[in-house]
């Protein structure tokens, strides 16, 4: 059963720290969207990749976040210096790149900046 | 981007069908219809998606008014385990960008 997997599910760090998020799309899928959750904004998306590229970081503030893909396997998200509104859940997913796609989640990494 | 309306809350009994509504007035000709779901602490699932037609499939069905202003997925047997926040959302065909409002946070009494 073919899943989006993504490290560390957990992290506490103190403010000022670099956080680096990691997710592995599913063998196959060309699409990764990485999104962002917090009781007050709900899901946003925050960046997303198709064969790589990135396609759309509007979502993602660019003076502290990144987002990359150093190859099919491997997408990061990486947050320096981080800040205690940053504190959230942030998920990948990832899709096959086609027409109305279907996303598939991974588990998300719960990071908390004190 | 076009914008969808849902109930903040829906209650369901355990083995009954539950219609969970959506308002989307201001859909495009272009614009599918996707729902997806969230179960506690987990990221969310893909449950149906669809264009024009109805369209059923083993975790719900999904019913399209034919003015396309609206469509219901229709869980048919509400289990405990349906419990979760369940989304609405619009995406053009071949542009992906989902943008999930609030939802509707289903609770399933046994």
């Known amino acids: 059963d073919a899943r989006v997997t993504q490290t560390p599910r957990h992290k506490v760090t103190e403010m000022g720290q670099e956080v680096t998020m990691r997710c592995q799309p599913i063998?196959?899928?060309?699409?990764v969207f990485w999104y962002r959750q917090t009781m007050m904004q709900g899901l946003e998306l925050l960046a997303y990749?198709?064969?790589?590229?990135?396609?759309?970081d509007s979502g993602m503030p660019k003076d502290r976040f990144s987002a990359e893909m150093p190859d099919a396997t491997l997408a990061t998200l990486k947050i320096q210096p981080s800040e205690p509104r940053d504190s959230a859940v942030y998920f990948c997913?990832?899709?096959?790149?086609?027409?109305?796609?279907?996303?598939?989640f991974g588990p998300g990494t719960r990071l908390l900046v004190l | 981007d076009a914008k969808t309306t849902q109930p903040n809350s829906m209650e369901s009994n355990e083995e009954e069908p539950v219609h969970l509504p959506c308002n989307h007035s201001t859909i495009s000709g272009t614009d599918y219809i996707h729902w997806y779901r969230q179960l506690p602490s987990q990221g969310p699932e893909y449950v149906i998606h669809?264009?024009?037609s109805n369209v059923n499939n083993r975790m719900a069905s999904l019913a399209i008014a034919e003015d396309r202003k609206s469509s219901t997925l229709i869980l048919h047997r509400a289990t405990l385990r349906d419990a979760a926040v369940y989304y609405c959302?619009?995406?053009?065909?071949?542009?992906?960008?989902?943008?999930f409002g609030s939802g509707t946070k289903l609770n399933v009494k046994p």
């Open positions: 959302i619009l995406t053009l065909y071949n542009f992906n960008k989902f943008y």
């Open positions: 990749f198709r064969n790589r590229a990135p396609l759309d």
């Open positions: 997913a990832s899709g096959l790149g086609q027409g109305s796609e279907t996303q598939y």
């Open positions: 669809g264009l024009t």
């Open positions: 063998l196959g899928h060309n699409t």
